[in-house]
């Protein structure tokens, strides 16, 4: 358990599901002597136990004297993308606009070892860099929230931690039905890694710390090869590997490209353009420049 240095001294928010790794935390926290105010968020899906969910949210938070925020999402199915990815970007609104309402540092969240491990096959299979598959650690920024911090307590434990210590403290918590839908490819990966790699979650995570660590120094390393870089020209040193190219154009322009147009754009021969995301025209000014028209 890693808890930050300020866990009493400033105001903090904790996700809080109602299922056995958050319910762990809120209670091992509360343990340590803080009580930060609970964020509970009913996603609204017609295939969960959102209401079973919140209303044990309620009563935990009422026994262990612990402010409790609830959101419920008016539109569950609105949005692109997959129902994880429309809950995900759902709640993390409303974790952001919770905390800040609380007047909160920022939140903490239960992801744990086995999170970061099932985090990491996602991201390899959808061809992830260094950047991607280190995944998240045990701390950062709220993602769409820099104002706001974000701590991971339990991120060197595991699910089987949390469940070990609940059951010695006789306490409940409530089991998502979605948990078990293989469908799911965050469920599949989870039981083939249970069932199968008993022992790839500490692998994975030592492997996520050597990504990012290595990328920390390749972002150091294409920073220190921008010659110049305003909101309309970019321009790398001469000889500059792609490698450290890419990371540069990635990280100048204002919408991040796909894999696939950053190749397009990193291939554009001088004086040729080409469309990146957020309706850009971006032009090969020459080997080394780039300027958005």
């Keep these: 358990m890693r808890w930050p240095e300020d866990l009493r001294g400033a105001r903090w928010a904790l996700g809080l599901s109602g ?20 964020l509970h968020f009913n996603h609204g ?52 606009e919770a905390a800040r309402a609380a007047g909160a540092v920022g939140v903490l969240l239960a992801h744990h070892a086995g999170d970061r491990a099932e985090n990491l096959v996602l991201r390899l ?32 434990e595991t699910h089987a931690d949390q469940v070990a210590w609940l059951r010695a403290h006789a306490q409940p918590w409530v089991e998502d039905p979605s948990n078990a839908d293989l469908a799911i490819p965050r469920n599949a990966i989870r039981r083939l890694i249970a069932e199968c790699l008993p022992q790839f979650t500490k692998g994975a995570n030592a492997s996520a710390d050597l ?15 921008v010659a110049e870089r305003t909101e309309r020209v970019l321009r790398l040193r001469p000889g500059t590997h792609p490698v450290l190219a890419r990371r540069a154009l990635r990280a100048w322009l204002p919408v991040a490209p796909t894999r696939r147009q950053l190749g397009a754009l990193l291939a554009l021969p001088s004086g040729g353009t080409a469309q990146t ?12 420049a780039w300027c958005l028209r």
């Design 125 to 156: 299979a959808r061809g992830s860099g260094a950047a991607g598959l280190a995944s998240f650690g045990w701390g950062g920024t709220l993602p769409g929230a820099p104002d706001l911090r974000l701590c991971r307590p339990l991120i060197d």
């Design 19 to 38: 299922g056995a790794d958050s319910v762990a935390l809120l209670c091992r926290c509360v343990e340590a002597g803080c009580r930060p105010v609970a």
């Design 277 to 288: 995301n957020g309706a850009l025209t971006l032009r090969r000014l020459s080997p080394e």
């Design 45 to 96: 899906f017609a295939d969960e136990n959102g209401d079973e969910a919140e209303a044990f949210c309620r009563a935990l938070c009422a026994r262990l004297g612990v402010p409790l925020r609830v959101g419920r999402n008016a539109a569950p199915e609105a949005g692109g993308g997959s129902k994880e990815t429309r809950a995900r970007r759902a709640r993390l609104a409303f974790l952001a």
């Design 211 to 225: 990504l990012a660590e290595e990328d920390a120094f390749l972002a150091a390393l294409a920073e220190a090869a």
